[in-house]
Structures are given as C-alpha cells and as structure tokens.
C-alpha cells in the first residue's frame, strides 16, 4: 500500500515538472529579459530593433544616439518567443520596428516554412495592431562553418537563403520593407559570412555592426519605405 501511495507520488511529481516544462519553453534568459521589457515604455517616437541575439548584442541607443532607438532582443530567441512578446511592444505604438528572427528556429529544428509562417505572422500581427508602425523585415544574415561553433546553426545556410527569397517576395506582394543584409556580410567568392565580421560564424563583432549600422542608416533617418 505504501509503495503504491509512494508510486502515486512519484507520477504526480513527474507530471507537474512536465507541465512546468511544456508552460516554459524558452530559455531563463529569455524570462528575464522579456520581463524586463515589460517594465520599460514603449511610444510612438520610438525605433525598436527586434531580434535574437545578434540584435541582443548591440548597444543601438550608442549607435544610434539621439534617435529613440531602443533595443528588443533576446539571445536565443524564436519566431514563437518573439511573437509572444509584442504584447510588450505593440501598445505603445512605435515608430518603426527593425525585424531580424529564425536563425534559432531552424537550430531547433523548424522547416523553411514554418520559419517563413513565423515571421509573417510576426509581421501581420504588427500591421494589425500597430498600424502606424512603419515595419522593416531583415534579412537573416548568413553563417559560417569554419570555426567549429554552433554547428546546429552555422550548417544552415542553404535554408537561410530560402527563407530570405520567401520574406523578400512576402514583403514585395504586401508593400513592405525588406532590408537584405545578407549581401552585405558574405564573402565574395561564396555564401559563407566574411570572418572579418564574426567571430563564431553567426554572432557579429564590431565592424559587423558598423556595417549593419551604414546599411539601415537611411531607413532610421528618413521616411523611405522601400529601396
């Protein structure tokens, strides 16, 4: 009788760890971060960059000084995280919204097109909610395999340009702005992003940013909407 009761137990407390499992999908990082915007305002001078890690990286109210720029990235995030979270962003109705997500989707195993229903989704629901909000749509950048880190990202490349020619063709049928970054971090010769710009083959260093910076300068300073 004692080892059923003790049985029944142990069931229920494996059960309740597997709920809280299923109720928390994303990292700790991302619930500290995410709560922490939460507390942060959000209005309609703001420019919020809205991302992963590579956007979590950047200090953009430096790079950008004196332009309300305000930074809304989490490392490790997702097309579902993210989404999650523009309950955050949306009331406030910002200025514009610089978009960069999937790379982690596909880590985690997501197909082109449930990587490519995300951030659609992701970019209705700011039309929908926040209609005011001009939105720019990043390209994913591209990775490189040589230095030996995050392999479950870097071997990705064939699906990142996918995804790319996806969003890029759903920006122009919806008259929206699609920013292609990748271009500008590849080598020459080949689809792999130039190692003077990475240290890991995915996240960006210093001179990464300065060139991010040159390519979206026009888009934080003017009204263009298209390129």
């Not at 989490?74 to 978009?99: E, V, W």
């Not at 890991?200 to 390129?227: A, N, S």
Request: hydrophobic share 35%; with cysteine; proline share 4%.
């Amino acid at each position: 009788m004692n080892l059923r009761l003790y049985a029944l137990n142990l069931l229920f407390v494996v059960l309740a760890f597997a709920t809280v499992a299923q109720e928390k999908p994303f990292s700790t990082f991302y619930y500290q971060r995410a709560s922490l915007f939460e507390k942060l305002p959000v209005d309609s001078t703001d420019i919020i960059f809205l991302g992963n890690s590579i956007t979590n990286g950047a200090e953009w109210n430096e790079l950008f000084p004196d332009k309300h720029v305000k930074n809304r990235g989490i490392s490790g995030d997702r097309t579902t995280g993210l989404y999650d979270r523009l309950n955050a962003i949306l009331p406030g109705q910002p200025k514009k919204i610089f978009l960069l997500i999937g790379i982690n989707d596909l880590q985690h195993g997501a197909s082109v097109d449930s990587v490519v229903h995300g951030i659609i989704r992701i970019a209705e629901r700011v039309k929908t909610e926040s209609p005011n909000t001009t939105l720019f749509i990043q390209s994913i950048l591209p990775v490189n395999d040589q230095f030996g880190k995050f392999p479950n990202h870097t071997n990705k490349g064939p699906e990142i340009i996918e995804i790319n020619k996806h969003i890029k063709r759903y920006c122009l049928e919806n008259k929206l702005t699609f920013i292609d970054l990748y271009k500008y971090f590849k080598n020459k010769d080949d689809e792999k992003m130039n190692p003077e710009y990475t240290n890991d083959g995915l996240h960006l260093m210093g001179d990464g940013y300065l060139i991010w910076i040159k390519v979206v300068q026009d888009y934080i300073e003017t009204k263009k909407e298209r390129r």
